[in-house]
């Protein structure tokens, strides 16, 4: 029997049609516009201004807190603008904006590929390292990896657990990492392993991704304490607590970390992003990201800087947009809509999934008929036409807390299967956004 | 520049739909219609077309013309109550019992609560006994075009007499007498295993009724076997069959989680039972499936789904 | 069979009777002592429970008003001062006459003046919309026109006009119970005096971007140039955040600003001919 969580899940046509599309280089442009916002938490204060000259790697945003994090320049050449830009979304966030000249790194970077042997440092240098590199999640949440790394002193963290599993639909950028980049993934493991105070670390991987299974296999023979878990494929594995449950069978209990069970969970890519931090001195300036689509005539996977424009990508992947047509950041459980092209990539933008009308058009909503598909398939074990139905009746919120609508991680399992078509999720996160405001201001 | 489509997360759906999901509730009680078909010939199919015809006619002039909304027979609901109600006439009743059945169910029993998913309970259930205790004698006739049956098995016992043995191959592939849908036991499970494999029902509610039908008979059959007829020929007689995969099953009517519909499923074998056992009606089930309907609410606000980190007790 | 009845009618009655006692000492025992006023100005309520006054319910204002001890901050803006009026001489008290209200929706951000740029796919709920993203337009700030407001509202006088998908109040109709202020998550809806006659001039804009971001995107909207400040003979328009907003307790009513508006984005409403402009008149 293969691994994977006990509670719930789908099984999603998995599209992973960009999977042999091997990682390319994507040339910069003649401009880049970088996010100060990057990171959960308070966005970065710009410690440039126009008319600087900047080089690739130099610090161009500090963190404006303790829950922030750096941001670097993704190109070199002068500071055109600091101000407020639309994001993806349209809502205005403070960008730099770099006019590029030539590609002139900063000193110390090591740009060779070659593997490069982990330097000897304590604990807190490899942190400190980490946190100058501007390293966050790439797993879709953005967290601050340092912040990650430094759990607080009676939590004693057990096992790393690196996400191989990149349960969404379309997207790639994971596996192709895995598949060419085994050995850099794994010395971040190493790394991020050390920095913990941890000897044991799995990594889990889908059975939908042999070819990565087999190279990151290949590539742990050489480590110590590195075990590679394949698991059944079944979405969201990817959420931090159901892989916990479906590698170790521990289950983080409502309102607790992960670290409350002893685990400690990072994405491929951002370990990838720890081992160039620790061993390169290269500073997170790009990503890879997937272009990917049933409609396009071709599939990708690019290596972006950041600060790229949306727009950009898409006419280097040749793809015209038409009229209703949907383009996602992430993939299509969980991907945010794009409503600005012109909008850049952040740092944890993994893919951009283009979906047609047909694919993607929701259908008219009509009576629920209790067929109880939806609590079959919550991964959380809740009932989501039971909170739908609660925060739809208006001012039930006591009610959505006794039935926990807080846990919700918002993975779209519910309103996925509901024959009814009716929009679960829509009702729920908000009923969530409201139940945690109370509970917040409780707190105080 | 483009207009891009915007929405909120999922942006993709399963390919499950109301319709489509009742259209395999259709495909799979094909195999039960074409046994009766086959068996009972013309007035069977009358039956069926009278039945359907009258339960979507009825949803649609009430839809449209009392509650002046949208109709919503193309979602096939009323199709798949019709068919099942038919299934639960005897085969040769008058057609005007059909259209009483079909007004009934769906009329009071769907459409007063509020249409599809607010009934509380199974609307052709409902109207079947709602017809056996209004039309007794029709509704217990269940003489055949070959005459060649007068009471079925249970009734039999019923009545007093010794439980006729016919051979249980005979029973399984296909029988006359009782309610059209009972005639073969094979049918009804083939489309058990086309819902299954469709994944439109799961296996629990069945598996809870003809569990405890089994368990409890058994118990009492080797307690006294003369008294008590053994688990083989309760599974296999009467409409448990059709009752279990068809009727407890139905969506609106039953339980959300699999603590609540294992309790369902229970609750309705044991009543069954008690019902053949001890009551003066000779079949209990679709008794025992009306009154588990009545307790769905109760076992919904009460059973809850295992929370993810919830510690087990 | 004539002892059948009356044994049946006989127990009937002994069992009546029994249950009557009993009920009329339980009545007594738990009575509840209640100020009678408490009824008395429920009556006088409109009953429509609609919360517009700031309690849960008419019986809640009830409670409340007749314990306060005076009618300072009891206003029920459904029934208005007549109301008001009944409610205090009911507890012998003197009224302070509040002026009426109406719900003003500032957006005029219909289809012709601000393009649709993108297409919503969502529920059909402005929270949903508006925690998603800034809205179907360039605009971030005016109304979705989805219809939260129109599902809050009790009495029916709030709608989506059919031809601009912009939130339109029916003056007759609302009783400015406040009830779409709040259900409204772009803040677009505000109470304003009646004004005379229901006359009103005011501000059809609440976007706060910089005059050229809000040119770019709606030909009505409000570009925070000032020039209605300066006209004013009042003093009653302020511009904030690059939108102006006129103080309703300060406007005469002159008109004005509305003239000196180079985007139309003042308007003035129920005016006499010729200068008469109504929302929906203004796009033929």
């Known amino acids: 029997m293969k691994k994977t969580f006990k509670i719930g899940g789908i099984h999603p046509d998995d599209s992973k049609i960009s999977s042999n599309a091997a990682v390319e280089q994507m040339p910069v442009g003649a401009e880049v516009c970088i996010s100060m916002a990057q990171h959960l938490g308070a966005p970065a204060t710009p410690v440039v201004s126009v008319g600087d000259k900047v080089k690739v790697g130099q610090v161009i945003g500090e963190p404006a807190g303790f829950i922030s994090g750096f941001v670097h320049a993704s190109a070199s050449g002068t500071v055109k603008a600091v101000e407020p830009r639309p994001d993806i979304l349209g809502n205005p966030v403070p960008h730099v904006v770099i006019t590029v000249e030539g590609d002139e ?40 990896t340092h912040v990650k790394l430094n759990p607080p002193k009676e939590k004693k963290a057990e096992v790393l657990i690196l996400n191989g599993t990149e349960c969404e639909p379309f997207i790639t ?9 085994p050995t850099g993934i794994l010395t971040g493991a190493a790394i991020i392993m050390k920095a913990l105070g941890v000897d044991l670390c799995y990594v889990g991987i889908e059975e939908n991704k042999p070819e990565a299974i087999a190279s990151m296999t290949e590539a742990a023979k050489n480590c110590s304490g590195i075990v590679i878990v ?14 916990i449950d479906a590698i170790t069978g521990r289950q983080v209990p409502s309102g607790a970390l992960p670290i409350d069970v ?16 620790v061993c390169k001195n290269k500073p997170l300036i790009s990503n890879i990201v997937t272009i990917s689509g049933h409609s396009l005539a071709s599939q990708h996977n690019y290596e972006v800087r950041i600060g790229t424009p949306v727009s950009s990508i898409l006419e280097y992947a040749g793809v015209t947009l038409g009229d209703n047509v949907k383009v996602l950041s992430g993939g299509p459980m969980m991907g945010r809509c794009v409503s600005n092209p012109g909008a850049t990539t952040v740092k944890a933008n993994g893919a951009f999934t283009i979906l047609t009308e047909s694919e993607t058009k929701r259908g008219v909503e009509s009576a629920c008929i209790r067929c109880a598909k939806c609590a079959a398939a919550c991964p959380m074990g809740l009932e989501p036409w039971l909170l739908s139905r609660l925060f739809r009746a208006g001012d039930r919120n ?18 996925f299967t509901c024959p009814a078509n009716i929009p679960l999720l829509d009702s729920i996160r908000l009923g969530k956004a409201d139940v945690m405001k109370i509970i917040r201001s409780r707190a105080k | 520049m483009s207009k891009l489509l915007i929405s909120p997360s999922p942006h993709v759906h399963s390919v499950h739909s109301t319709r489509s999901l009742m259209r395999d509730v259709l495909i799979a009680l094909c195999p039960a219609v074409i046994v009766s078909i086959l068996l009972y010939g013309l007035p069977f199919v009358l039956i069926l077309a009278v039945s359907i015809g009258a339960s979507v006619l009825t949803e649609y002039l009430i839809e449209r013309y009392i509650l002046g909304r949208e109709s919503t027979v193309s979602d096939f609901s009323a199709a798949v109550t019709g068919c099942l109600l038919a299934l639960n006439l005897p085969p040769c009743a008058p057609w005007w019992i059909a259209v009483v059945g079909s007004v009934f169910a769906i009329g009071v029993v ?22 056996l205790v209004s039309f007794p004698v029709i509704m217990t006739d269940w003489a055949v075009p070959d005459a060649f049956s007068g009471a079925t098995p249970l009734g039999a016992i019923a009545e007093g007499g010794a439980a006729p043995v016919p051979g249980f191959k005979e029973l399984f592939l296909y029988k006359v007498g009782g309610s059209a849908g ?4 094979l049918a009804l499970l083939a489309g058990f295993v086309y819902l299954l494999v469709r994944r439109v029902i799961t296996v629990t509610i069945p598996v809870a009724v003809l569990g405890t039908v089994a368990v409890f008979s058994g118990i009492l059959h080797i307690v006294n076997p003369e008294l008590y007829t053994g688990p083989l020929f309760n599974l296999f007689n009467g409409g448990l069959l059709l009752g279990a995969i068809f009727m407890a099953t139905d969506y609106v009517t039953s339980p959300m989680t699999v603590k609540g519909q294992i309790i369902f499923g229970a609750g309705i074998g044991l009543i069954t039972m008690l019902i053949r056992y001890f009551g003066a009606y000779p079949e209990g089930v679709s008794f025992a499936i009306l009154i588990m309907n009545c307790t ?6 009460y059973c809850k789904p295992r929370r993810f980190g919830e510690v087990r007790k | 069979m004539l002892k059948t009845i009356l044994l049946t009618a006989v127990c009937l009655l002994v069992l009546g009777l029994f249950f009557a006692v009993v009920l009329y000492y339980v009545a007594r025992k738990f009575k509840v002592e209640e100020d009678p006023r408490i009824d008395t100005v429920e009556s006088i309520m409109p009953g429509a429970n609609c919360g517009g006054c700031g309690f849960a319910g008419c019986r809640s204002f009830a409670e409340n008003v007749v314990k306060a001890p005076d009618m300072k901050g009891f206003f029920c803006p459904v029934g208005g001062n007549a109301t008001m009026e009944k409610v205090a001489a009911a507890l012998g008290r003197a009224v302070e006459a509040g002026t009426p209200k109406v719900a003003v929706v500032r957006c005029n951000g219909g289809c012709d003046n601000r393009a649709r740029t993108n297409v919503y796919d969502g529920s059909s709920s402005c929270r949903v919309s508006a925690s998603l993203y800034g809205g179907d337009t360039d605009c971030r700030y005016g109304c979705l026109g989805l219809g939260d407001c129109v599902s809050a509202c009790k009495f029916d006088a709030i709608h989506i006009d059919p031809q601009t998908h912009i939130a339109r109040v029916d003056d007759e109709k609302c009783t400015s119970c406040g009830a779409c202020v709040k259900a409204c998550p772009k803040g677009v809806i505000e109470l304003r005096d009646k004004g005379f006659k229901n006359r009103r001039v005011y501000v059809s804009c609440v976007n706060r971007d910089k005059g050229a971001l809000t040119r770019k995107a709606c030909s009505v909207g409000c570009i925070g140039c000032g020039k209605c400040t300066k006209v004013c003979p009042f003093e009653a328009i302020t511009v904030k955040d690059n939108v102006a907003y006129i103080d309703y307790t300060k406007c005469k009513l002159c008109r004005k600003c509305y003239d000196a508006c180079p985007t139309k984005a003042i308007q003035a409403v129920n005016f006499p001919k010729p200068v008469i402009i109504k929302q929906d008149e203004e796009n033929v």
């Open chain 2, 110 to 131: 769907k459409m007063t609560f509020g249409g599809l998913g607010q009934n509380i309970f199974n609307p052709a259930i409902a109207a079947r006994v709602f017809l």
């Open chain 1, 105 to 144: 790194w900063e000193e110390g970077i090591v740009l060779a590929n070659d593997p490069v042997p982990v330097p000897e440092l304590s604990r807190e240098e490899i942190i400190d390292r980490i946190r100058r590199a501007g390293v966050v999640g790439l797993g879709g949440a953005s967290f601050p």
């Open chain 2, 182 to 185: 009972e005639a073969s036991a």
């Open chain 1, 173 to 181: 950028s994971d596996d192709r990492l895995m598949r060419e980049r």
């Open chain 2, 296 to 301: 769905v609410p109760l076992i919904n606000k």
């Open chain 1, 398 to 415: 006591d009610e959505l807390e006794k039935e926990r609508v807080f846990d919700c991680i918002e993975c779209g399992c519910c309103q």
């Open chain 1, 262 to 277: 002893g685990a400690v969970v990072q994405n491929v890519a951002t370990a990838y992003a720890v081992y160039e931090a």
């Open chain 1, 230 to 243: 394949k698991l059944a494929k079944k979405y969201p594995q990817g959420g931090e607590k159901q892989l």
